[in-house]
């Protein structure tokens, strides 16, 4: 019945034409169930009130005897009508702006029902609607939904037609919740909360409807990632790599340090969801400098020790070249093959990378983008560390399976995530966490100064290098154009050049070629450019651990994880190291995360911090949200709501009565149409 209803096309409620029903579909409204899960933003209330309860600046219905002759006055093109009213027990006035036509309407004596704005002092009601009482009034004693609306469809034609959907098929609207929750939390059935979210009796039962919806949304959305994770888990489909400890603990003993605990037991964690018959789906999650790729890198090792294949998928090109570069150096010792292939390889690499990745010639492919393309093939694919940005959704994986691979999949996140943004945006994974730093390492220190301060700054940026440091010199961030940034950039660079003669400063960004780009970057690494201008291309992974200063102009405009982000480029080695802030903020939120970055270093409790600033939406940037768009619950609001429904749904899928059992079909479906499982898996 469900699905029937989910097909029906939005056309079939009357009154919806051909034309009608094109618009509503670019409002994403195709079928008559989403038409009526289009539930309004907020209500209007036209309630009648009584005066007396009422609090100066509500907006309020009430109805009353007009008792003087309405007077209408005009300035330039605007004009304020205004007449007295008896709403008992008061006299008030009523006041309309720029409704010079209604003066011949009002007379004395006459009833009216005025919806407005209410100024107690003054006993004023700014009106916003009129009507008088009798059959045409139809706003008064009801509340109204607003929904949001586009194009030729306004407000009352939505209202009407949603109506009429409901009359023709509000009685083949399906629960979906299985019983028990809907007993745990109280809530309304679905058919009775679709009715009265659009047609409430007050307000109070509209907002009740509304958490009947969003709890339903939310739960939905649970479910798909926790049976998503409980059929990966369930599924021997995977390969069980042959992990040889052995090599693993020698390979870790040749590096220049000694793991952390931290690390030991989440590359544990790793190797065990290798050596499993499933498919791995692992986040990694640890602070900027916690010690990830040293992680990633032990993890591909233990693949190809195994005989197959790994991938390191990174977002930019600097940082694939670095990690070409380091992981060369520590897989050179084992004879492990290390391919790189980008955006700038020439189409004769890429075609001979290709088949070499083929015939199994290499072990270890370092790139950006659509490393796992149509057009890639593995001999034995055992690994694929990639990012967040680049996270293994279905359907990469699907892309894979067709082709016969069934990597284990390890995703690196240096965002510390709290925790209802976690299980939103990675909640199919298993998470490991970093939670120690690396012995030895100083926190940064960080000030905040204003621009007027530049001089000081400029001496401090002589000093490190002068001491044997080297210096990072961040530009201003333009929103939305890389242009300007670059521009700054390239401003910037010239100025210190103009202010340190004997200095070698670098400048890099986002226009550069990628062997222009390589080209600093290796100097800087290896010492011969000592301070380095960039754009924020720099920001993510880069590692020069003898930088012991980073400067960032206009740090206001940065939001504070990147700006945490940044100050992780230093502080990487032994030395004690610097970060400084130059700033002038403007607003309050400015001004805090300034002072949030000089007060911590700690990346979780940023992280938080970030995230009241800003709001979830905010909180992963605008490129890469990770965040679904949710229809009808808000993150901010509904945050409880989420950690509710994430443990409803995973008590549900590791119930066997769930896959097997009456009772769950709709969802079961459900679940299938969002393909987290092939046809096949079920009847
Ligand atoms: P992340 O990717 O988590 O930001 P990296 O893996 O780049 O951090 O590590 C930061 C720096 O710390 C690198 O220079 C790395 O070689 C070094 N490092 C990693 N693990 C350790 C450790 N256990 N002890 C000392 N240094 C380490
Ligand atoms: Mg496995």
Redesign the pocket.
Known sequence: MMDLQRRIPVKEVHGVGAQKAEELNSMGIFTVAELLEYVPFRYEDYTLRDLAGVKDGDRITIQGTILGEPVLQRYGGKSRLSCKVMAEPFLITAVWFNRPFLKDKLQVQQEILLTGKWDGRRMQLTVSDSEFPGPGAVKTGTVQPVYSVAGSITQKWLRKVIKQALTQYGAMIHELLPEALIHKYGLMSRGKALSIIHLPGDVAEGQKARRRMVYEELFLFQLKLQAYRALTRSRADGLAQRVDLPAVREFVRS??????ES?KKVIAEILHDMQEPYCMNRLLQ???????????AVALYAAVKAGNQGSLMVPTEILAEQHKR?LDKLFEPYGVQVALLTGSSTDRQRRDILASLQMGLIDLIVGTHALIQEDVYFRQLGLVVTDEQHRFGVNQRSILRRKGMNPDVLT?T?TPIPRTLAITAFGDMDVST?REM????KPVQTFWVRHSMLERVLGFIRKEVDGGGQAYVICPLIEESEKLDVQNAIDVHIQLQQHFPQMRVGLLHGRMTAQEKDAVMQGFKEGSVETLVSTTVIEV?V?V?NASLMVVYDADRFGLSQLHQLR?RVG??EQQSFCVLIADPKTEVGKERMKAMVETTDGFEIARRDLELRGPGDFFGTKQSGLPDFRIADMMVDFETMEEARDDAAELVADPAFWTGAGFGALRQYLQREQVFDSDVLD
């Open positions: 590096l220049p340090f000694r793991l952390t690390q640890g602070d900027v400098g916690s010690g990830k790729t040293v992680v990633a380091s690196m240096a970093l690396p012995k030895g390492r992974g590692d651990p992780g990487r080695g």
